[in-house]
Protein backbone atom coordinates (compact mmCIF):
# COMPACT_ATOMS: atom_id res chain seq x y z
CA UNK A 1 0.00 0.00 0.00
CA UNK A 2 1.60 3.26 -1.24
CA UNK A 3 0.73 6.88 0.68
CA UNK A 4 3.25 8.19 -1.32
CA UNK A 5 2.98 11.52 -1.84
CA UNK A 6 0.43 11.67 0.33
CA UNK A 7 0.70 13.77 3.70
CA UNK A 8 -2.33 15.81 5.09
CA UNK A 9 -4.65 13.28 3.38
CA UNK A 10 -3.90 9.76 3.92
CA UNK A 11 -5.88 7.26 5.19
CA UNK A 12 -5.31 6.19 8.91
CA UNK A 13 -5.60 2.30 8.84
CA UNK A 14 -6.21 -0.25 5.80
CA UNK A 15 -7.99 -3.83 5.37
CA UNK A 16 -8.15 -6.40 2.60
CA UNK A 17 -11.09 -9.27 1.94
CA UNK A 18 -11.42 -11.20 -0.23
CA UNK A 19 -13.34 -14.10 -2.17
CA UNK A 20 -13.46 -16.74 -5.05
CA UNK A 21 -15.94 -15.95 -7.36
CA UNK A 22 -16.57 -18.24 -10.49
CA UNK A 23 -19.17 -17.17 -13.09
CA UNK A 24 -20.39 -14.47 -10.94
CA UNK A 25 -22.24 -11.20 -11.87
CA UNK A 26 -21.93 -8.02 -10.83
CA UNK A 27 -25.23 -8.29 -9.00
CA UNK A 28 -24.12 -11.60 -7.32
CA UNK A 29 -20.68 -9.91 -6.18
CA UNK A 30 -22.54 -7.24 -4.92
CA UNK A 31 -25.21 -9.74 -2.73
CA UNK A 32 -21.82 -11.60 -1.45
CA UNK A 33 -19.71 -8.54 -0.15
CA UNK A 34 -20.69 -9.08 3.31
CA UNK A 35 -19.26 -12.12 3.36
CA UNK A 36 -16.07 -11.77 2.02
CA UNK A 37 -12.70 -13.05 4.09
CA UNK A 38 -10.71 -10.99 5.88
CA UNK A 39 -7.27 -11.64 4.08
CA UNK A 40 -5.60 -8.70 5.95
CA UNK A 41 -6.87 -6.97 9.47
CA UNK A 42 -6.81 -3.06 9.66
CA UNK A 43 -3.45 -1.80 9.71
CA UNK A 44 -2.09 1.53 10.84
CA UNK A 45 -0.88 3.66 7.98
CA UNK A 46 2.02 6.80 7.94
CA UNK A 47 1.90 9.63 5.58
CA UNK A 48 4.20 9.23 2.63
CA UNK A 49 5.29 6.15 2.69
CA UNK A 50 5.50 2.37 0.92
CA UNK A 51 3.96 0.02 3.54
CA UNK A 52 4.44 -3.99 2.80
CA UNK A 53 2.32 -6.76 4.56
CA UNK A 54 4.06 -10.41 4.41
CA UNK A 55 1.62 -12.17 7.10
CA UNK A 56 -1.58 -12.64 4.89
CA UNK A 57 -4.70 -14.75 6.12
CA UNK A 58 -4.32 -18.31 4.25
CA UNK A 59 -7.49 -18.18 2.55
CA UNK A 60 -6.52 -20.43 -0.55
CA UNK A 61 -7.48 -19.21 -4.49
CA UNK A 62 -9.03 -15.97 -4.27
CA UNK A 63 -10.60 -14.03 -7.22
CA UNK A 64 -11.06 -10.70 -6.12
CA UNK A 65 -9.88 -8.43 -3.57
CA UNK A 66 -11.27 -5.39 -1.62
CA UNK A 67 -9.03 -3.10 -0.25
CA UNK A 68 -11.51 -0.72 2.49
CA UNK A 69 -9.40 2.61 3.84
CA UNK A 70 -10.48 4.27 7.04
CA UNK A 71 -11.36 6.94 6.34
CA UNK A 72 -11.22 8.15 3.28
CA UNK A 73 -7.88 9.68 1.99
CA UNK A 74 -5.02 9.67 -0.40
CA UNK A 75 -3.48 6.32 -1.89
CA UNK A 76 -1.03 6.28 -4.56
CA UNK A 77 -1.64 2.51 -5.64
CA UNK A 78 -2.17 -1.20 -4.09
CA UNK A 79 0.35 -3.55 -5.87
CA UNK A 80 -0.61 -7.41 -5.04
CA UNK A 81 1.69 -10.12 -6.13
CA UNK A 82 0.05 -13.98 -6.74
CA UNK A 83 0.02 -16.95 -9.00
CA UNK A 84 -3.08 -17.62 -11.88
CA UNK A 85 -5.05 -20.43 -9.64
Not at 35 to 64: C, I, N, R, S, Y
Request: hydrophobic share 40%.
Amino acid sequence: VDTAFFKGNFPDRCSLQAAHVTGGTDDSLVTQAMFWAELLGEQKLQMDHVHTFDQLAALGPVTHVRFNIFPDGGVSRLRLWGEPA
